[in-house]
């Protein structure tokens, strides 16, 4: 929240880097630009021969061939900083831009290995960097490993934003929920003995999250929470696949995956102060008439004649949260498969596997301290174990069946069953105030039976909406599903040009979903009659206990499904080359109301290469579904169609053009609330007041396009134009009255670049790039921010291959 | 009871008509002709129809170059018998080629084959394991896209696995309706090369839909960089596990926010949590008025992939 008077201290820390020291400004930027291609200009006179392709060097047993490319890339952004970094967060600095290392044994017989093959990019700074190795010995092994690091920026100001009406005191211009992580995936997999009749297989697999970010939490009023992220995964597997027939392979593998979450919250947003002077958070929702985070009266919420402003003791705010509830699941998953054409004319493949997952959260603590004020709790504290499992049995098997040359047969049976029963089990202390109306400015009492119920004003005050004193209660969950698909398919081929197929696919789901919720409550005086105690007798100190069922389902949903399959191949000649596919779906029910109940699929690929250096290709992908069941009517569509043309007539000269639009489109019966009045003409849900009947209308059109042109003007000299733009369109229904904005459904994204090659000598060259950015929303963003940017980057690199 | 009957009839009839055809096959002889077609290309065992790859070399001397860099070459190491060795190991046995003056169609050459035919050669060596053990039944082969469609073991562009391309433009050459989803504002980070179309999709077939991988755990593929979003969860969102992520993300790119499928959160939301007569999913509540904060159901719902510590997803 950048507000006028709130300063968000915590933000700081999500966003090391400011706008000023991220890029440079304008006329600086220009300068260097110009200087470095003015600089180069020069080399063009010289008289070198072209680069021709690095053929290796030769040392000991191995062939080495390689490249680096290192540069420095200038960046300068006008317009929404936070909005290029969620979309491009491509930064200024030195890059090691792309390496490659090849080693090839000259004999086929190194010593520790007979080629390696190592590539990176990004290093330096750029938001993905990655780097792969593969290594391998003859018959002895082969080792592939991977490490790639993003960082995940995040700050677009539309999403989860209560998107308050104008005010002075809170505006929440930024995301709620805006992040600064950094991901590392680490991938190792390792095959002994790889061309033997029994190989053995090792892998690990690491992924690693951690960073800040925001998150937000909702009790009187929602407030933004420092969320300190880390969760790391760590996988191991170990496999073995045996030939014991020709033809024939039987794998058994075992994975084990350990995840651990160490996430943890709190707020550091307290931004204004009570009257006492102590520091309070007013949370990041401002709207007086909806008494958020109160009412305006009878006194303002904010004193704004202090620094900072003070606020109203009896509204919703936070004097303090935290939440630590460190999660740790394992993931033990056992896999036999078999894959076979022992049989000259068959081929099958089946896969069965069991995983039986379980988390467990033994520590974990939420406590609150403020007032929320519906309840009148001042304070709660949280603890309590919670745990899930989740068994998943697969039976996977595939089989093709040649009954003639022409003709086959293919079968797929899917079967796969979960269950993920979960608990949670939850202690809540509650904490009041002795006086009412509730106020963070008046103590908290506890219920001290020596002095109250005799004395009332010795007890914590409860209103009619105040929770239990001290609950207890026992959260059980069941979700399963039960699925089968079968996919029968008969292909045949008319001739070499000419193939075809028709299937059918059944499929059964069953998906059952229980819960029961438990309690075991105790209500201390005042008004120990109130919630799951109204009604009950007293205990001997004045307190009231409830224990009993609060909550219960048994919900059990069967789907079957349908669907015919057609497809046709073509090559009427060997420069064309035709696809079409279909798929008609129906279905008997639908879990969810946008789940379609009837559905058909349509591809069709269209590739003609009339020349050798000509291609061109269509496709046209249309996806229309429905649940048309009476009160849901939803029905939604995806119609794209695109082309391309790539013309490489020979090596001085090439150009690609492609453009796609995309139709998606989608409307639903929905009911909604609001406001507190039904405006006059609507229509009432059959619920009745205040649900509104209303349409969730979206409908986007999406253009996309793009252009490449390479040239090589002089032997040494190679040139690339490009041009790549997304251009949007649309609308939807929108229910919330500020900002009236589009947002993302109508946009323009151009993105223009260029770079130039010099070769300055043999597999030394030299590139100047630039690209920019340019991305504009067609509708007014409203009182956010707006959100386009634009951007130019320049790259300055030399590249040595060898 | 009689659906589930229903079924396990139609796979019974289905294995007994497949087992029958296979069994009966497998007792007769076939033709040369016809083994071409078939699953597993059957190499001649007659050592003398075997020349030998220095032989090939004479003629074909930069393919033969080119052939001692790549891995392919591991074949002329074999102490299996002349037909898995070398040029031969692909192209079949080279004699009557030679003595027929170079006449190509004494020999198999991959070019204007049948894809099927194509295929069978490679998979001959290649089919075994997890990887490539489901290409007979894979979208490209039951579209006649051969293996040399994408890879080229003379000419390959790309050293690693002998593609034609790297990736993405060699998926973008057949499925160019993908490109423009990875050049949305909002993308999985294909373009910029951290990830690879073949980290969620198995290109030589697999047994889900639109050949998707799976986690370890026999999970969705998003959740092996999403490990967060995994659960399983004391209280679970339930479309998550069962319709799964797509039911409200565009997995390739999105112009909306978080690769959403709407523009407005609340919207995507509402069109499921409506009451209504053919669901039990919970409805909204009658205080959730959407011209307040209400519209911004993800802010108070904050774990709306699953949670273990409310059953409303607020933390």
């Not at chain 1, 407030?223 to 995964?233: E, G, S, V």
Request: charge should be neutral; hydrophobic fraction near 30%.
């Amino acid at each position: 929240m950048r507000g006028s008077s709130r300063s968000r201290p915590s933000r700081i820390e999500a966003r090391p880097f400011t706008l000023q020291n991220r890029g440079m400004d304008s006329g600086r930027f220009s300068w260097l630009l110009l200087a470095a291609i003015l600089g180069l200009l020069p080399l063009l006179a010289t008289g070198q021969t072209p680069n021709p392709s690095p053929e290796g060097v030769d040392n000991g047993n191995y062939k080495y061939q390689g490249s680096f490319e290192f540069g420095y890339r200038f960046v300068n952004t006008n317009g929404s900083q936070p909005v290029y970094d969620t979309f491009v967060n491509q930064q200024q600095g030195p890059r090691l831009l792309e390496q490659t290392l090849s080693m090839r044994s000259l004999n086929h017989e190194g010593v520790l290995f007979d080629s390696l093959f190592l590539s990176s990019f990004g290093w330096g700074g750029d938001p993905e960097n990655a780097t792969r190795l593969r290594i391998s010995k003859n018959k002895w092994y082969n080792f592939n490993g991977m490490f790639r690091r993003d960082q995940n920026f995040w700050d677009y100001n539309l999403l989860a934003n209560p998107l308050n009406p104008p005010n002075p005191f809170i505006q929440v211009n930024d995301s709620p929920h805006e992040m600064h992580t950094t991901r590392r995936m680490y991938d190792y997999n390792l095959t002994l003995l790889p061309q033997s009749a029994v190989r053995f297989r090792l892998g690990y697999t690491r992924n690693n999250m951690e960073g800040p970010a925001f998150s937000s939490i909702h009790q009187g009023t929602d407030t933004i929470l420092f969320q300190n992220t880390r969760t790391l995964l760590d996988g191991y597997q170990a496999g073995i696949d045996i030939k014991l027939l020709p033809r024939t392979n039987i794998s058994y593998d075992q994975f084990l995956q350990y995840y651990r979450g160490d996430s943890s919250w709190n707020d550091r947003n307290f931004a204004f102060q009570l009257g006492s002077g102590s520091p309070v958070d007013a949370g990041m929702i401002y709207n007086p008439t909806a008494s958020q985070p109160c009412s305006d009266t009878p006194t303002p919420i904010f004193n704004t004649t202090t620094m900072p402003p003070t606020l109203k003791a009896t509204c919703n705010g936070y004097q303090g949260y935290s939440r630590f509830a460190p999660v740790r699941t394992s993931y033990p998953t056992e896999q036999l498969t078999l894959q076979s054409s022992y049989f000259r004319r068959l081929d099958l493949s089946a896969r069965a596997s069991y995983s039986s997952a379980e988390t467990e959260v033994v520590n974990s603590n939420e406590l609150f301290i403020g007032l929320i004020s519906r309840t009148g709790q001042r304070s709660f504290d949280v603890t309590g174990p919670a745990r899930a499992r989740r068994v998943v049995a697969n039976v996977d098997f595939g089989v093709t069946v040649r009954l003639t040359d022409k003709f086959r047969l293919t079968d797929s049976f899917r079967f796969s069953n979960f269950r993920i029963p979960g608990s949670w089990n939850p202690l809540t202390l509650s904490f009041f105030n002795g006086t009412t109306p509730a106020s963070m400015l008046n103590p908290i009492v506890t219920f001290d039976p020596a002095v109250c119920p005799a004395n009332p004003a010795a007890c914590p005050q409860h209103g009619n909406s105040a929770p239990a004193d001290v609950a207890s209660r026992t959260n059980s969950r069941f979700l399963g599903q039960d699925s089968k698909y079968n996919t029968i398919e008969a292909e045949y081929d008319f001739s070499k040009h000419f193939g075809g197929r028709l299937g059918y696919r059944y499929g059964h789901r069953t998906i059952p979903v229980r819960w029961t919720t438990t309690t075991n409550e105790l209500f201390f005086p005042t008004n120990p009659n109130r919630g799951d105690c109204v009604g009950l007798p007293l205990n001997p100190d004045g307190s009231c206990s409830f224990s009993g069922e609060i909550d219960s389902e048994d919900d059990r949903i069967e789907v079957n499904e349908h669907s015919a399959l057609f497809g046709l191949w073509a090559h009427p000649s060997d420069t064309l080359r035709i696809n079409f596919d279909m798929e008609l779906f129906s279905a008997d029910n639908s879990p969810t109301r946008t789940t379609p109940r009837n559905l058909q699929r349509f591809k069709t690929r269209i590739n003609y290469k009339p020349k050798q250096w000509v291609n061109v290709s269509g496709t046209v992908n249309v996806l229309e579904s429905r649940n048309n069941v009476t009160d849901v009517l939803h029905r939604e569509h995806d119609r794209n169609y695109g082309f391309t043309l790539a013309l490489d007539p020979n090596p001085r000269f090439s150009f690609e053009f492609g453009y796609n639009y995309d139709d998606i489109f989608s409307t639903t019966n929905i009911c909604y609330v609001i406001g507190g009045t039904v405006p006059p003409g609507s229509t009432l849900c059959n619920s009745g007041t205040p649900f509104l009947s209303g349409i969730s209308l979206y409908d986007n059109k999406i253009n996309f396009g793009y252009m490449n042109f390479m040239f090589k003007p002089a032997k040494r000299v190679t040139a690339n134009l490009g041009y790549n733009l997304t251009s949007t369109s649309g609308n939807t229904t929108i229910l919330s009255p500020t900002p009236n904005t589009l947002g993302p459904l109508g946009f323009s994204f151009h993105k223009p670049s260029a770079w130039l090659d010099f070769d300055l000598a043999k597999g030394l060259t030299w590139r100047t790039a630039w690209g920019y950015y340019d991305y504009n929303e067609k509708s007014d963003p409203g009182p956010l921010p707006a959100r386009d940017f634009q951007s130019n980057s320049a790259t300055l690199s030399l590249r040595y291959a060898f | 009871m009689t659906r589930r009957l229903g079924l396990w009839r139609i796979v019974f009839v289905a294995a007994l008509a497949l087992s029958t055809a296979a069994s009966s096959d497998t007792n007769s002889k076939k033709t040369k002709d016809n083994s071409q077609a078939q699953k597993s290309y059957e190499r001649p065992t007659d050592p003398s129809l075997y020349v030998g790859s220095d032989t090939c070399k004479t003629c074909h001397e930069d393919i033969f170059k080119n052939f001692e860099t790549t891995p392919h070459w591991k074949t002329t190491f074999t102490k299996k018998g002349p037909e898995w060795q070398g040029c031969e190991a692909c192209h079949g046995p080279g004699k009557e080629h030679v003595e027929g003056g170079g006449d190509k169609s004494k020999i198999f050459t991959f070019k204007d084959k049948p894809a099927e035919q194509v295929s069978n050669r490679c998979l001959g060596c290649h089919e075994y394991g997890e990887e490539h053990a489901n290409f007979d039944r894979s979208q490209h082969n039951i579209n006649d896209v051969s293996c040399i469609a994408c890879h080229s073991p003379h000419h390959a562009k790309e050293k690693q696995f002998l593609l034609v391309n790297k990736q993405p433009e060699l998926c973008y050459g057949c499925h160019t309706d993908i490109k423009q989803d990875f050049n949305r504002p909002f993308r999985h980070r294909v373009e910029q090369g951290l990830i690879q179309c073949t980290d969620c999709h198995n290109q030589h077939g697999g047994f889900l839909t639109k050949q998707l991988r799976a986690t370890a755990a026999q999970d969705q593929v998003c959740f092996k960089c999403h490990v967060e979003k995994a659960g399983p969860f004391a209280f679970e969102h339930v479309p998550v596990k069962t319709e799964g992520c797509a039911s409200c993300h565009q997995p390739h790119g999105s112009t909306n926010p978080r690769l959403l499928k709407r523009a407005q959160m609340n919207l995507l939301c509402l069109e499921c949590h409506t009451l209504t007569q053919d669901s039990s999913v919970p409805s909204l509540p009658s205080f959730h008025n959407q011209s307040q904060k209400y519209q911004a159901c993800t802010s108070c719902h904050v774990q709306i992939h699953g949670s273990n510590f409310d059953e409303f997803f607020f933390k």
